[in-house]
């Protein structure tokens, strides 16, 4: 079965200290792959999306992430983090064209000023 | 930003009752989706539908759930006889394209089983 991993649970940084979250999914397939956001109180948002391309995509508030083929593997990553970036961070992934999404555990950030 | 709405954003509900979750998908939006999320656990599909029609549906989709689109705006998930284990955050989503396009998500229905 289709599922998504994503390697940690909970990520507490500093400001100003990189960050990588990472994402491994299990399909042998063509995939459509997302990060989506959840800040405290509020509903889930687009991150950023990669469909086929340029691996390494560029999403909103300076994320980026990159899908590794061969390695099923779709990192999130941001060279400086601030304390508005601390919220949960959910890998998925769509394996067909109907569109369900398959999600990861969520990976929580807590970014300590 | 055109945005999904869900209502109301908390239900509780005697166990054995039925109870009904709205939701507003955005307006040129073709497709509809219900997720749901325990608490501690991850998001997981229940349905998706598509041309007034279910197009896929999960495992806990059972015939307790049924989903409906009444009118040309809403879309609704009913639970007909609630039980305990139901008891997690709903969420709906919509998008334009399928799998060819992002989701959008509502803020979300907790629902309370008591």
């Known amino acids: 079965a289709q599922s998504v991993s994503q390697h940690n649970h909970h990520v507490i940084l500093s400001e100003a200290a990189s960050l990588e979250l990472g994402c491994n999914y299990s399909y042998g397939g063509t995939v459509n792959l997302f990060w989506y956001v959840q800040y405290p109180g509020q509903h889930l948002q687009l991150l950023l999306k990669?469909?086929?391309?340029?691996?390494l995509v560029k999403g909103i508030k300076g994320f980026e992430a990159e899908f590794i083929k061969s390695k099923f593997s779709f990192n999130l990553r941001k060279p400086s983090v601030q304390w508005s970036d601390t919220a949960e961070y959910f890998c998925a992934v769509i394996t067909n064209q109907g569109g369900k999404l398959i999600f990861g555990q969520g990976t929580e950030l807590s970014v300590k000023p | 930003e055109p945005e999904v709405t869900q209502t109301p954003s908390h239900q509780v509900t005697q166990m054995g009752q039925e109870v009904i979750l709205r939701c507003v998908p955005i307006s040129n939006h073709l497709y509809f989706y219900w997720y749901r999320q325990i608490l501690g656990q991850k998001v997981e599909f229940l349905v998706s539908?598509?041309?007034?029609?279910?197009?896929?549906k999960s495992e806990i989709f059972d015939d307790q759930f049924s989903v409906e689109r009444p009118d040309g705006s809403n879309f609704t998930l009913k639970i007909r006889s609630t039980k305990l284990e139901d008891s997690a955050m709903y969420f709906c989503?919509?998008?334009?394209?399928?799998?060819?396009?992002?989701?959008?998500f509502g803020d979300g229905t907790r629902l309370s089983i008591l």
């Open positions: 990669y469909f086929s391309g340029d691996p």
């Open positions: 539908f598509y041309n007034n029609e279910i197009s896929e």
């Open positions: 989503a919509s998008s334009e394209n399928g799998g060819r396009q992002p989701q959008h």
